[in-house]
C-alpha cells in the first residue's frame, strides 16, 4: 500500500504424517496459518 504499511496472510501445509504412534491409525500433519501487517520505511 501506499506510504510503506504492507499487510501479508499465509497458509502452509504439510504433506508428512507426523504421528508415531503405534496402534494409532489418524492421520497428524502440520498446518500454519500467518497474518502480519507492517511498515517500511
Known amino acids: 500500500l501506499n506510504m510503506g504499511v504492507f499487510f501479508s496472510l499465509r497458509y502452509n501445509k504439510g504433506l508428512l504424517d507426523v504421528n508415531d504412534i503405534d496402534g494409532y491409525n489418524g492421520k497428524n500433519q502440520n498446518n500454519v ?6 511498515y517500511s520505511f
Do not use: C, I, M
Request: proline share 0%; aromatic share 16%; glycine share 16%.
Open 33 to 38: 496459518f500467518q497474518v502480519s501487517a507492517g
